[in-house]
């Protein structure tokens, strides 16, 4: 397992911009495929984003492709995402997650979870 913090969240208005990091702890992690995830007050967690260990593959929840950018550098064994144009719809804790495989993220199974980072967009 590898521990995972997330940070980076906070408000903004619609329309803007935030840029999340999870910094993980192990130095294999390029060992690991990356995702994040979101759950919005009273809803399901859900899949946002994943990468793959080189960040050569990324794939996007319809929700967000456009708009959300996951990507990652090795050398600090952080993984990124940045939000633009996020809507009030975007509001949620975000998650960071990790896996040896890309698949597993994509159907929300992760060997490692962060603690998570709240976003809040306002209207």
């Known amino acids: 397992q590898v521990q995972l913090v997330e940070s980076g969240g906070g408000l903004v208005q619609a329309g803007g911009s935030l840029r999340l990091s999870c910094a993980a702890s192990?130095?294999?992690?390029?060992?690991?495929?990356m995702g994040w995830f979101r759950q919005a007050p009273w809803k399901e967690r859900e899949f946002v984003a994943v990468?793959?260990?080189?960040?050569?593959?990324?794939y996007y929840a319809d929700s967000v492709k456009g708009r959300f950018t996951i990507s990652r550098d090795n050398a600090k064994n952080t993984v990124y995402l940045q939000m633009n144009s996020l809507k009030p719809e975007d509001t949620a804790v975000y998650y960071c997650?990790?896996?040896?495989?890309?698949?597993?993220?994509?159907?929300?199974?992760?060997?490692?979870w962060g603690q998570g980072t709240q976003v809040t967009v306002s209207s």
């Open positions: 192990r130095r294999t992690f390029t060992n690991y495929a």
């Open positions: 990468i793959n260990w080189s960040g050569g593959s990324t």
């Open positions: 997650a990790a896996d040896n495989v890309s698949a597993h993220l994509r159907i929300g199974v992760a060997s490692s």
